[in-house]
């Protein structure tokens, strides 16, 4: 009994922790954050927009592992798809994913629901054997999902963003959980860049009462919905769209900035 | 982890430090009293990144709610902050669409941890159901008498103890059967 005590002790007191610095640092800008998003002129013009790329279907993507990082989270495997999909109504791809086997899929899908961590890691509420019966399980009309946004979700919470997510194909090694990242691009709107970056999934559930609109495009049908920042208590309106086989997500402070950046998206492609 | 009335001490200092204006408080809870949230948080959520989110709340909340502190058990203060965000989250989880066959994932072995027996301790953990695993922590790790644990639970001290027994009692038997 005395080794089980002892074992439980040992346990919680070398659980990794993320740095004292690293803690009371996002609590001081949190602190400070607070007040200057309250500070923010809610102008639509005043919300910065990062638009990201979006690939062919059939580039390979190759996968990059951040050395160093603890594996505390379980990651999927984004494998692109080695035959082009042309674009299709969001209920035609669901189908036609459904219907398919899949050569891709190898493991199970595993979405986390953790959103604050400075690592990456899907968010953990279930598991599932593809990504869409993970996106019906969440959404069960399949009208609404959140794919997720990009590392440091205080930065891009701040900013507004748009995330693109490719091939809509997920991969775990069932037997390894081996550590991996969805491999993504962006490009910076301001620097025309391009950029790979990490990213994974947030919270994949929507409230029914936070549904505020649908947003018809030429593209395809966005969704918009109110969330809140739960630490800093911001208020976001988060945009959702499959198109093709593609998932977006964008960030903004309120509606109009939402829409003019969905506007954006469509104008840059075509750019 | 401090002996209790040390901790005690320097919780309160701290939480009174805070509730005077000056935020450097939060760095004496964060040294002393970061494994204890943790380690409640974990006891409820199985999941070492909601527990991570709940530390970071828990001390959100301390920054926040310092003055409301009223003396008394400053680690009973703390563990209720630290309970109440995780129940939160349980709350919020249970407002998501339903997925059958949902299994608790457990945090991977970290390897510069010593891991196997953290991995373990922690499968163990797992065996127990909630009341009991919290029960477990709150009195080996967090060290609460079976009355503190009673008031947070919101349970008879008789029943703390019978949770803690019943729980110990599996753990036994998980150990004794090499752990799988």
Redesign the interface.
């Known amino acids: 009994m005395k080794k089980i005590k002892k074992h439980i002790r040992n346990t919680f007191d070398r659980t990794p922790h993320k740095s004292k610095e690293r803690v009371l640092a996002q609590l001081g800008v949190k602190v400070r954050e607070e007040k200057k998003i309250l500070s923010l002129p809610r102008r639509p013009a005043a919300v910065l927009i990062c638009i990201l790329l979006l690939f062919s279907m059939g580039t390979a993507i190759t996968l990059a592992a951040t050395g160093g990082a603890v594996l505390e989270t379980l990651k999927a495997l984004l494998i692109p798809r080695e035959e082009t999909v042309s674009p299709a109504s969001r209920e035609e791809t669901l189908s036609a994913e459904e219907s398919n086997s899949s050569p891709y899929f190898q493991g199970k899908v595993i979405l986390s629901s953790s959103a604050w961590k400075d690592e990456l890691g899907p968010l953990i509420t279930g598991e599932f054997a593809s990504l869409q019966e993970a996106l019906r399980a969440v959404s069960p009309d399949g009208t609404l999902y959140c794919p997720g946004w990009d590392g440091d979700g205080e930065e891009v919470y701040g900013q507004g963003h748009l995330v693109i997510l490719l091939n809509a194909r997920l991969l775990v090694d069932p037997a390894t959980l081996e550590e991996s990242y969805y491999p993504c691009a962006q490009i910076n709107y301001h620097t025309q860049r391009i950029e790979t970056v990490q990213i994974h999934f947030g919270q994949s559930f929507v409230p029914a009462d936070d549904y505020v609109e649908q947003y018809e495009t030429e593209e395809g049908c966005f969704y918009l919905r109110r969330w809140t920042h739960p630490a800093t208590g911001q208020r976001y309106i988060i945009a959702n769209a499959v198109l093709g086989n593609n998932l977006y997500e964008i960030t903004a402070y309120d509606l109009d900035a939402a829409k003019k950046m969905i506007d954006s998206l469509f104008s840059l492609k075509q750019e | ?1 401090l002996p209790n009335a040390a901790f005690h001490l320097l919780c309160e200092k701290a939480i009174r430090t805070i509730a005077s204006g000056n ?1 450097n408080g ?2 004496v809870i ?2 002393h009293a ?3 949230i ?2 409640v948080a ?1 006891g409820i959520l199985q ?4 527990a ?2 709940v ?3 828990t ?2 909340e301390i ?1 926040r709610c310092a003055s409301s502190y009223k003396g008394g058990s400053a680690k009973a203060w703390i563990i209720s902050i630290a309970r109440n965000k995780a129940l939160n989250i349980v709350k919020k ?1 249970s ?3 339903s ?1 059958e ?3 608790p ?1 457990r ?2 072995a ?1 390897t ?3 891991p196997e ?2 991995v ?3 499968d ?2 797992g065996t127990l159901s909630e009341k009991e695993r919290e029960a ?2 709150l009195k ?2 967090c060290r609460c008498r079976h009355k503190e644990i009673a008031h947070l639970l919101d349970i008879t001290p008789s029943a703390s103890e019978k949770l803690y027994q019943r729980g ?1 009692a599996k ?2 038997a998980y ?1 004794e059967e090499g752990g799988r």
């Open positions: 982890m935020p939060i760095g964060y040294d970061y494994p204890l943790y380690s974990y999941n070492h990144a909601d991570e989110d530390c970071q709340e001390l959100c920054l989880q407002r998501l669409c997925v066959d949902v299994e994932l945090p991977s970290d510069t941890e010593g027996e953290r373990i301790c922690l163990a953990l477990v922590i080996v790790y110990l753990l036994r150990y």
